[in-house]
């Protein structure tokens, strides 16, 4: 089956630094991928959709300067979250689509950002 | 924004009863899914249901599809402590290059007590 890999699983960092989070696709091409935030005891909330070789679209009120997403090849996406704050601490979801999928869906397994 | 409004939020249960999740919306959608979560874990999806009045089964779990592609409903059966997690339902509208984005319904968390 289609699997997403997403690293890491879990980070902590100091206030004004930044991360990367990369999501994977292991064994099929991601002509799409999403990026989602959720915060405890709450749903997945879209934060952008990129699409491989493109700029990624970011919803309403996502700062996309705060949240760069590079989606440069088929298998491979990043979320760098720079200069990080404490309200910046959530996990973070992608998931990927493609035509391997007939465009269904699979979601790594989350990486838990703790801003200190 | 196409909102997804999921009902209940929160359900607890004894083991054997049956319950159903709602999740209801005034935009039609391509198709619309269900997931099942686990804590620090991302979705897995359960099903998808693409025609309007599409009933899908999966062992003890009933998925239906409205008519009108705008609502769904996840029906279980003699519930069982294993069933116990956050159940999801997303919706997908097109967003273009060929894929679809889906928009998440708030989820129920549901605990079925032994």
């Known amino acids: 089956g289609a699997v997403v890999s997403q690293h890491p699983s879990w980070v902590i960092c100091k206030s004004g630094t930044s991360v990367k989070i990369e999501c994977r696709s292991l064994d099929f091409q991601a002509t799409t991928m999403f990026w989602y935030r959720q915060f405890p005891k709450q749903s997945l909330m879209l934060m952008a959709t990129s699409n491989e070789g493109s700029k990624a679209t970011y919803e309403q009120g996502v700062e996309k300067d705060k949240f760069l997403i590079n989606h440069a090849s088929l298998t491979l996406s990043t979320l760098t979250v720079t200069s990080a704050h404490p309200e910046d601490s959530s996990f973070y979801i992608c998931?990927?689509?493609?035509?391997?999928?007939?465009?269904?869906?699979?979601f790594g397994s989350g990486t838990r950002l703790t801003v200190v | 924004t196409q909102l997804l409004e999921q009902s209940p939020q929160f359900l607890s249960i004894q083991e054997g009863e049956n319950l159903t999740v709602y999740c209801n919306s005034s935009s039609v959608f391509s198709s619309l899914q269900w997931y099942r979560q686990e804590p620090g874990e991302g979705p897995v999806l359960l099903v998808t249901?693409?025609?309007?009045?599409e009933v899908k089964k999966l062992k003890r779990l009933t998925f239906q599809f409205g008519d009108a592609r705008k609502d769904s409903s996840l029906h279980i059966t003699a519930a069982q402590p294993g069933d116990t997690g956050l159940y999801l339902c997303a919706g997908a509208r097109n967003s273009g290059a060929g894929s679809y984005q889906l928009t998440f319904g708030k989820g129920t968390k549901l605990s079925v007590i032994p």
């Open positions: 249901v693409v025609t309007g009045g």
């Open positions: 998931s990927a689509s493609g035509r391997h999928l007939n465009y269904g869906y699979t």
